[in-house]
């Protein structure tokens, strides 16, 4: 099949609606000379430089220097930027580590411009604030610090270097006791770049006034405001403190930046010159019921609980977007923001067994923690919320009632409200795989779905789904409408007000799957089928099926670059692993480009491989950073994609080679 004529059909297939900030200035003018001539791209693995160490986030977030031809990697797993020689591209070498002076500091970002490296220094403990470091890019000395809001995620500067950026994400304590505002940081960049100005925070508590509107529009605001007592609507945290940034872009014209804020399923807004948050942006909520977007939503759905490929529609489920990593572009003078739609769960204190109780007989202690996230078949088992007690019911849900149906009118197409004793019927599990079938194992997010009074508290029902008024927590039922899942297993794109200009759809994981007309191939070599690892965990070997469950292939990481006339998109897909690539030049109609994965072994588990000092044999897994270095920053005068792979610890260079697109 001719490849233009394969992207275009693609294009009308996905077009369902119609990022990380740390590379080089060239990030946003690297094409060169306009080729008028449209072009194909493919990855190839050019080179590789490895930490040795597995399973420790050894390498996460990449930036690239042209100047001095570094690759500078996050190694969160030493505290520390590895500094890398890429003078030789197909052979990077460790140069040196560059350590923070914050005693016990964890670093999570790095970011370079113009001679300058900025680095997100992340305090101990995690709730106190952060800190920003500015070096000298060539002689790695330090030249200022700022401090910053508690857990700084992401740092980036702004395109025309007057200010460095970053995402404050204030993450809470494990047991959820402390809680700190998310920020934006806004620090100067003085003119002789010696240092830092003037430091400004852009915060949230000017929105608290509008907490109930923005609710209702979709923004997620719910987390405990107190942790020692009941959970419910009129015990939820402020929105400076629910906020959690995740990741920045930021427009061509240094004006504009807009911010992820992955749990609560939104963007923020921020203008630069201000430093002013101006608008809380929810994204919406992905239809699994909608044709293009069918999802595999268990493990085990096969017979007696064997994985199976099973791609289905669900109406009454959706995809929270919750997007991680964000980049932005521009065309015909509009600013595009492009999302990696990874999900992400609030699970706090799910390794304390105190949270969730030691007895059968007793809920668990709310103020060790807040765990979101359950299986559809704990949620809405028709013995209620007891059964799983010192197991995996969080007592915060236990606040709220004695256990959960689902709502007939929505999901009655797979039997719920057909057998009073099992309410959930089918939606719940199947003939085939009782317990494991239907959406059974699907994890959702339990503080939302269900059926409410004005205010927000619930509307109580019996344990087969009838109303039952003067009912309460005490032995009422949650009747949910609808299921909140995490992720979209997709990326999209945006317009600058938070509308969705596009989406993949289902694409993602009918291509890993071998279902989308294009072929799909695995390894450097692209000698493996995907489809005999479809949605695999990257800490797993032979694991067919494994993350169906959960947030599928898991797209984390996502950067552009310009080439020629035209703009692509790489995005990282956590959990399969492997960059998918896509021309985004018109921003309602991508069409895909390429797809590699440079896994080697798929057999064996990665920790087996480690531990028998084997690792070499894994590969590269767990894409979490990406970084594009165009043509005319590239040591070997080709476009190159870094990647750093928390899991297999290794910082992977990929040569974009171009082919010239024939008409059909």
């Known amino acids: ?23 080089s200035s060239s990030n946003r003018d690297n094409g060169g000379p306009a080729d008028p001539t449209p072009i194909n791209i493919e990855l190839s693995k050019l080179g590789r430089y490895s930490s040795g160490v597995f399973g420790a986030s050894a390498a996460e977030i990449p930036a690239f220097d042209p100047v001095n031809q570094r690759i500078f990697i996050v190694n969160a797993q030493s505290g520390a930027v590895d500094v890398l020689d890429a003078a030789d591209p197909a052979n990077p070498t460790f140069i040196e580590s560059l350590v923070t002076s914050v005693p016990s500091a964890t670093i999570n970002s790095v970011a370079w411009h113009d001679g300058l490296l900025a680095v997100a220094v992340e305090a101990s403990p995690k709730t106190s604030p ?59 960049v003085l003119e002789d770049r010696t240092g830092f100005g003037t430091n400004r925070t852009a ?16 923004v997620r605001i719910y987390g405990p405001a107190d942790n020692s007592q009941r959970y419910g609507h009129d015990n939820i945290a402020s929105v400076a403190r629910d906020m959690e940034p995740e990741y920045i872009a930021v ?14 399923n939104a963007f923020a807004k921020l203008d630069i010159a201000s430093a002013t948050i101006t608008d809380i942006l929810p994204l919406g909520y992905k239809d699994y019921g909608q044709e293009g977007n069918a999802i595999d939503a268990s493990d085990e759905d096969g017979e007696k609980g064997a994985p199976l490929l099973n791609f289905q529609l669900w109406p009454g489920v959706v995809g929270m977007y919750h997007p991680d990593a964000i980049a932005s572009y521009s065309v015909d003078g509009k600013t595009y923001l492009v999302s990696a739609n990874e999900g992400d769960a609030r699970a706090w204190g799910e390794d304390n067994d105190a949270y969730w109780g030691t007895a059968k007989a007793l809920p668990g202690d709310r103020s060790q923690g807040f765990v979101e996230e359950l299986r559809v078949k704990h949620l809405v088992h028709h013995e209620g919320f007891s059964r799983r007690f010192a197991d995996d019911m969080p007592p915060q849900l236990y606040d709220l009632a004695v256990g959960a149906v689902l709502d007939p009118e929505v999901f009655g197409y797979c039997g719920a409200g057909l057998n009073p004793g099992k309410q959930a019927g089918a939606c719940r599990e199947d003939a085939a ?5 239907g959406l059974g194992r699907l994890n959702i997010s339990w503080v939302q779905g269900y059926h409410t009074n004005e205010d927000g508290s619930p509307i109580y029902h019996d344990a087969a789904g009838n109303p039952t008024p003067g009912a309460d927590a005490s032995n009422g039922y949650l009747m949910y409408h609808t299921l909140y899942s995490y992720g979209a297993r997709s990326f999209s794109i945006w317009d600058e007000d938070g509308q969705q200009v596009w989406d ?14 294009f072929e799909c191939r695995l390894g450097p070599d692209r000698n493996i ?26 797209p984390e990481g996502i950067t552009l670059g310009r080439i020629g006339e035209q703009t692509f998109a790489f995005v990282g897909l956590e959990r399969m692993g492997g960059v998918m690539v896509f021309d985004i030049s018109n921003p309602q109609e991508p069409l895909f480009q390429d797809y590699l ?11 087996d491989l480690a531990d028998a000092n084997r690792l070499a044999e894994a590969g590269d897994l767990g894409p979490e950073g990406l970084v594009f270095v165009s043509a005319e920053d590239s040591p070997n005068g080709e476009p190159l994609l870094i990647v750093g792979n928390e899991v297999s610890g290794t910082t992977v260079i990929y040569q974009i080679n171009q082919l010239e697109r024939t008409a059909q």
């Open 1 to 23: 099949m001719n490849k233009w004529f394969a992207v275009s059909t693609l294009a009308m297939s996905v077009a369902l609606a119609g990022c990380l900030g740390n590379s």
């Open 130 to 188: 952060g800190a920003v470091e500015l070096y000298d890019a060539t002689s790695l000395v330090l030249l200022d610090s700022a401090p910053v809001g508690a857990l700084p995620d992401m740092v980036t500067f702004t395109p025309d270097g007057k200010y460095v950026l970053t995402a404050n994400e204030g993450e809470p304590s494990d047991d959820y006791s402390i809680d700190p505002e998310g920020s934006v940081s806004i620090i100067e």
């Open 203 to 218: 915060g949230f508590a000017h929105f608290e006034s509008r907490k109930q509107e923005l609710i209702a529009k979709g």
């Open 251 to 264: 427009s061509d014209d240094s004006a504009t930046a807009w911010v992820s804020l992955q749990e609560n």
């Open 433 to 437: 795989s009782p317990d494991n079938g």
């Open 504 to 517: 993949s759809g289902d694409f993602f994981e009918k291509f890993l799957a071998d279902q989308s007309g």
């Open 529 to 554: 089928p995907c489809l005999d690892y479809f949605n695999s965990g990257h800490d797993e070997g032979n694991a067919f099926d494994s993350r169906s469950d959960a947030k599928g292939p898991e």
């Open 597 to 607: 994965n440079t896994r080697e072994n798929w057999v064996d588990d990665p920790e």
